[in-house]
């Protein structure tokens, strides 16, 4: 099983940016499509971006395209999310996990998250 750390969240004004890391364990880092997801307050967890194994393939949700940007760097087993242009709706704890197709793949399996909170 891969073990995930999610990193680089904060406070930021709307218009801003951000980049989140998502550090995995293991030796298999590679051979897993990876992906984001974020939980805002009183909703359900979401699907954001994905990437597939060899970071050629991504995948981002209608809300967040054209201003998220998800890649990897295998070599250092971590996935990354940049985000700019953010708005206020963008505001919630934000994960990494495997995925298969926009679905985690280990969904009883959530690392620590990264809050990032957007201000307007």
């Known amino acids: 099983q891969v073990l995930l750390v999610e990193s680089g969240g904060g406070l930021v004004q709307a218009g801003g940016s951000l980049r989140l890391s998502c550090a995995a364990s293991g030796r298999t880092f590679s051979m897993y499509n990876m992906g984001w997801f974020r939980q805002a307050p009183g909703k359900e967890r979401e699907f954001v971006a994905s990437i597939n194994r060899g970071g050629s393939s991504t995948y981002y949700a209608d809300s967040v395209k054209g201003r998220f940007t998800i890649s990897r760097d295998n070599a250092k087993n971590t996935v990354y999310l940049q985000m700019s242009g953010l708005k206020p709706e963008d505001t919630a704890v934000y994960y990494c996990?495997?995925?298969?197709?926009?679905?985690?793949?280990?969904?009883?399996?959530w690392g620590q998250g990264t809050q990032v909170t957007v201000s307007s």
């Open positions: 996990n495997v995925v298969a197709g926009n679905r985690p793949a280990y969904p009883d399996y």
